[in-house]
């Protein structure tokens, strides 16, 4: 569950970094959070090459899309409405949350 949500929160920083031209990746925190992810999932006994077909299966990157949206909702965003992600964006990173520690301003 924990690589899960930490996957969720990658995809929805992703999402919003591309939605809003304002807003940018935070790339050493975000590649620091794939690494702890990655080194979990190793830690767990997952090979590497499980871990990417995990990340490559269409059907797990339609579910995570489909929480992905889920938490846009939940948060009064849409994934249809950039502008909506800009202002996710900029809340999530004035609250330093895990998601808007991934993301800067630019």
Known sequence: A???NA???ISVADKIRRACDSIGANLFKARSLINNV???A???????SEINDYISDKENR???RGMRNEYFTSKGASNLDDE?????????????SQIGRLLRLR
């Open 2 to 4: 924990d690589i899960n």
């Open 38 to 40: 990655k080194d979990l």
């Open 42 to 48: 190793i830690e767990r006994g997952y090979s590497e």
């Open 84 to 96: 909506s992600l800009c202002v996710l964006g900029r809340t999530e990173i004035a609250s330093a």
């Open 62 to 64: 339609a579910e995570m």
């Open 7 to 9: 996957l969720l929160v």
